[in-house]
């Protein structure tokens, strides 16, 4: 049986790259967010229902992050239609997931882990932190959201001070090799735990 290790933090705090540190030293990974990528691609399961509550956001057989962001801004409750839609049918997909993976430990990396009760199926979990300043700084840097896109998501999102306490362990996303050794350390403990369980 693998250990199940959740591992979320708010948006922009460093959970995909950090996720990739626990690929290096050698866990399973499966990423919330890319399984919401194949659930919008064209032939994904999420296509078909979007279509149906918001006919714009499907283009060419693909659901449109882009439109999608149009209607929150419109109306922030789409969002919340938004995750009736999509949160079974990642749930399926991680359920597939689990049900193929032979790694000792699996990363689950899940933005939403604690605001949808996510934690209780993991053995631990680690939360990501950096100060809200570089979290602005740096989702703002791709370009991709604007301000006040990234606040209505932030708002929405567990404050990080609450994450971090409800987490078995913490790592800080400073730099890349203050993470990477934190990350060693936490692999260290739970191989350790898992030797003398
Ligand atoms: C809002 C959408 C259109 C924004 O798309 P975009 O490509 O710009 O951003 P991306 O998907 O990379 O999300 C960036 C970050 O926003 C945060 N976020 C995304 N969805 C949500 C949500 N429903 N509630 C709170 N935070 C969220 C996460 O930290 C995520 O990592 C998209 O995230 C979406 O469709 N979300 C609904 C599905 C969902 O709940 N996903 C969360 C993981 S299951
Ligand atoms: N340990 C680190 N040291 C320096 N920069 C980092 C570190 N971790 C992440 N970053 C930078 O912070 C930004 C956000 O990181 P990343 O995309 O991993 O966050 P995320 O939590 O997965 O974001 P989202 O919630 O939006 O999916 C990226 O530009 C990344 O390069």
Redesign the pocket.
Known sequence: MSFKLGLTG??GMG?STTAQLFVEVGCGLWD??AA?HRLYDVGGAAVSPMQAAFPEAVIDGSVS?DK??EA?GRDSSA?KV??EI??PL?AEDRAAFIASATADILVFD???LFETGGNEAMDAVVCVSISAEIQRERVLARG??TEAQFEN?RA??MPNDEKVFKSDYVVITDTLDHARVQVEKIVTTIRGQMTNA
């Open positions: 708010s948006i959970k919330a967010d919401v992050r999608l962001k929150i969002l938004i995750e999509v949160h990642v899940i933005p939403l991709t959201m998501i929405k999102q």
